[in-house]
């Protein structure tokens, strides 16, 4: 059972950084594509930062040039570096893996995507951005 668990989400001022991990277990190898997702109230789950078994990355429009998805393989463990944040970052963020291939689904609004069923999805970590 693929187990997925976040941490590193608080609350910053707009322009601060934050650092949010996603410990990932049950996996016998570490070709697995990974991705952060964020969702507020009333709204769907998008995409923000995703990271294919090659190490091939793609972000939202609206994260390019602020976050950064990295994948430890010796630890698995995923990142999400997030610097410069603004208010409208404000969100629970989940991390997805699959072991079938990319967490991407279709492409929506804004330059984002929707997931595709994946193997795992953790419990989610809030992050404030206050103005």
């Known amino acids: 059972q693929v187990l997925l668990v976040e941490s590193g989400g608080g609350s910053v001022q707009a322009g601060g950084s934050l650092r949010l991990s996603c410990a990932v277990s049950g996996y016998t190898h570490s070709t697995y594509s990974a991705g952060w997702f964020r969702q507020t109230p009333g709204r769907a789950r998008e995409g923000a930062a995703a990271?294919?078994?090659?190490?091939?990355?793609t972000y939202a429009d609206s994260v390019k040039g602020r976050f950064t998805i990295s994948k430890d393989n010796a630890e698995n463990i995923v990142y999400l570096q997030m610097n410069s944040l603004k208010p409208e970052d404000t969100a629970m963020y989940y991390c997805?893996?699959?072991?079938?291939?990319?967490?991407?689904?279709?492409?929506?609004?804004?330059?984002?995507?929707?997931?595709?069923?994946?193997?795992?999805w953790g419990r989610g970590t809030q992050v404030n951005v206050s103005s």
């Open positions: 997805a893996a699959d072991s079938k291939g990319t967490v991407m689904g279709r492409q929506v609004r804004a330059g984002t995507w929707a997931p595709r069923p994946v193997d795992a």
């Open positions: 990271i294919e078994s090659d190490g091939t990355t």
